[in-house]
C-alpha cells in the first residue's frame, strides 16, 4: 500500500505524493496518469511528460472551460482513451482539488483504483502567490514540457 493513502476513505484510493504517483507510473505498466486540467493550462502552463517511463499522458478536462462546470462526458472520455475498470489510475490537476473530485467520481463510476495526486501540477501558492515552486509535479523537477 502506498505511504500517503488515506486509511478508510471508501470514495476513492486515496492522495499520494508526486514522488509516489511516479513510482507507481514507472513500476506498474497498467497505471496512467490523467491530467484532468482545462485546455488553456495545458497550452500555457504546461504539462507532465511521461516520455521517459515510454507512456503518455492522458488529457481529459474534469470541468470545461471557461464556464467550469463539470464536464458531463468525462468518464465515457477516460473510456475513449481505452482506459478502464481495474487499471490505477492517477489523477492529477493544478494543486489537489479537481483530481480529487475527478478520482471520487471515477471510483464510483466502477473506475480504478483511482488516486489523487496530491499537491498536482503546479503545487501550491508560495509567499509570492505563484504557483510552480512550492509543492507538484514541477517543484518536484519532474519532467514537463510546455508549448
Known amino acids: 500500500m502506498l505511504a500517503s493513502v488515506m486509511a478508510g476513505d471508501q470514495d476513492y484510493a486515496g492522495d499520494v505524493t508526486i514522488a509516489e504517483a511516479w513510482n507507481q507510473l514507472a513500476s506498474d505498466p497498467d497505471a496512467q496518469l490523467i491530467d484532468v486540467r482545462t485546455q488553456p493550462e495545458w497550452s500555457f502552463v504546461g504539462v507532465p511528460d511521461l516520455g521517459r517511463l515510454g507512456k503518455r499522458t492522458v488529457f481529459v478536462s474534469w470541468q470545461m472551460y471557461p464556464d467550469m462546470s463539470v464536464n458531463p462526458r468525462f468518464s465515457e472520455e477516460l473510456r475513449a482513451q481505452g482506459l478502464k475498470a481495474g487499471q490505477p489510475l492517477y489523477f492529477i490537476c493544478r494543486s489537489g482539488a479537481r483530481s480529487r473530485a ?30 510552480g515552486q512550492l509543492g507538484g509535479w514541477k517543484a518536484a523537477g519532474l519532467a514537463w514540457i510546455q508549448s
Open 102 to 131: 475527478a478520482a471520487k467520481a471515477m471510483t464510483a463510476g466502477g473506475f480504478g483504483p483511482c488516486y489523487n495526486v496530491s499537491g498536482g501540477f503546479e503545487g501550491d501558492l508560495n509567499a509570492d502567490k505563484h504557483r
